[in-house]
Every structure is written in structure tokens, then in C-alpha cells.
């Protein structure tokens, strides 16, 4: 068992971090929706996402935003008006992801047949 004052695999790894941090379920289309439509509200964000939970939307824009990738803007008025927005790195990321949309898009039918083929085999 390892002990305590081991590091872990995300303090050895960087990339692993910083993966890790956007590679969740949700991190990755918040991202895609706020470079589509550059700056939404959460109840927005919440409406083009509707089967995300308020908790997890608001852990998703904390993360997001605590890594610098979506920039929160609180308005002093009453009710509080907050939107968010893709940071500058946040919109450096964008080219990344629709190269890894286009990868998958054009090896979807091949991963689909070798999962099937596997679980055939099971």
C-alpha cells in the first residue's frame, strides 16, 4: 500500500492534471457551447444542457473556472445577473477539441464494430 506522502499519478504527470481537470463528462460540451455562443448565462448553459443537474453544472463552470479556461462574470444588480465566458485560453483549447471531435467522427463506426466484436467474444 503506498503510503501517504507519496505523490500521486496526477502530481507526477502534468498532463494527466491538466486532462483530467476537462476530461469529465460535461467539461468538454460547456466549452464547445460557450465557443458557439460566446457568453450564456447559467440557465442557459443549464437549458442547452438539459440532462446536466444545477450541482454538477455549477462544479463543471468552478473547475472550468478555476483553471482559467471560463471567466465568470458577476453584474452588481438585483437579482445578480453572472455570465460566462471562454478565456482566451479557455478559447486556445477550442482547436483541440474539434480535432479530437473530427478523429472521432471519422473512426466512430470502426471503435463501434471493435467494442462489438469484444463483447462478442465475453
Same mark, same amino acid.
Given at each position: 500500500?503506498?503510503?501517504?506522502?507519496? *505523490?500521486?499519478?496526477?502530481?507526477?504527470?502534468?498532463?494527466?492534471?491538466?486532462?483530467?481537470? +476537462?476530461?469529465?463528462?460535461?467539461?468538454?460540451?460547456?466549452?464547445?457551447?460557450?465557443?458557439?455562443?460566446?457568453?450564456?448565462? +447559467?440557465?442557459?448553459?443549464?437549458?442547452?444542457?438539459?440532462?446536466?443537474?444545477?450541482?454538477?453544472?455549477?462544479?463543471?463552470?468552478?473547475?472550468?473556472?478555476?483553471?482559467?479556461?471560463?471567466?465568470?462574470?458577476?453584474?452588481?444588480?438585483?437579482?445578480?445577473?453572472?455570465?460566462?465566458?471562454?478565456?482566451?485560453?479557455?478559447?486556445?483549447?477550442? *482547436?483541440?477539441?474539434?480535432?479530437?471531435?473530427?478523429?472521432?467522427?471519422?473512426?466512430?463506426?470502426?471503435?463501434?464494430?471493435?467494442?462489438?466484436?469484444?463483447?462478442?467474444?465475453?
Amino acid at each position: 500500500m503506498p503510503s501517504s506522502s507519496a *505523490p500521486s499519478i496526477l502530481e507526477i504527470c502534468p498532463v494527466r492534471n491538466v486532462i483530467a481537470r +476537462f476530461g469529465d463528462k460535461w467539461s468538454i460540451l460547456v466549452i464547445c457551447l460557450l465557443h458557439e455562443e460566446g457568453v450564456l448565462r +447559467f440557465n442557459e448553459l443549464q437549458r442547452l444542457i438539459p440532462d446536466i443537474s444545477s450541482r454538477v453544472l455549477s462544479g463543471t463552470l468552478r473547475t472550468l473556472e478555476a483553471d482559467g479556461l471560463v471567466q465568470r462574470t458577476v453584474y452588481p444588480v438585483v437579482p445578480p445577473r453572472v455570465e460566462y465566458a471562454l478565456t482566451e485560453l479557455g478559447r486556445s483549447l477550442v *482547436p483541440l477539441i474539434m480535432q479530437l471531435t473530427d478523429w472521432a467522427l471519422t473512426h466512430m463506426r470502426e471503435i463501434v464494430a471493435h467494442r462489438a466484436q469484444v463483447q462478442k467474444s465475453r
